[in-house]
Nanobody, 123 residues
Framework: QVQLVESGGGLVQAGGSLRLSCAAS????????VGWFRQAPGSEREFVAA????????SYADSVKGRFTVSRDFAKNTVCLQMNSLKPEDTAVYYC????????????????WGQGTQVTVSS
């Protein structure tokens, strides 16, 4: 069992940056892939980025390529999502998730989820 806790959300102006963190407890990320998803009101949960904990491979949604970077910190057992050049359309609740299906882009491939953190980008 892996417990995930996100942090780092908040309110930022368009063009600004935020850094989200996903900390694991109960078990290390070890063999998992860690994904970031987001969900805006009235919308489905959508894939943002993912990273393989073991070999560091990454995947990004087209909408965030070149602006967001996902990374891992072995010492802290944490995965981070650096978000730059934020846009109002990035406003959503952001979730991290862990799963065993590689760099999957669909939520049902992830078994463990955090509680989410709100990101609001003002225009």
């Amino acid at each position: 069992q892996v417990q995930l806790v996100e942090s780092g959300g908040g309110l930022v102006q368009a063009g600004g940056s935020l850094r989200l963190s996903c900390a694991a407890s109960g078990r290390t990320f070890s063999r998992y892939a860690v994904g970031w998803f987001r969900q805006a009101p009235g919308s489905e949960r959508e894939f943002v980025a993912a990273i393989s904990w073991s070999y560091g491979g990454t995947s990004y949604a087209d909408s965030v390529k070149g602006r967001f970077t996902v990374s891992r910190d072995f010492a802290k057992n944490t995965v981070c999502l650096q978000m730059n050049s934020l846009k109002p359309e990035d406003t959503a609740v952001y979730y991290c998730a862990a799963g065993n299906y590689g760099l999957a882009v669909t939520p049902n491939r992830y078994a463990y989820w955090g509680q989410g953190t709100q990101v609001t980008v003002s225009s």
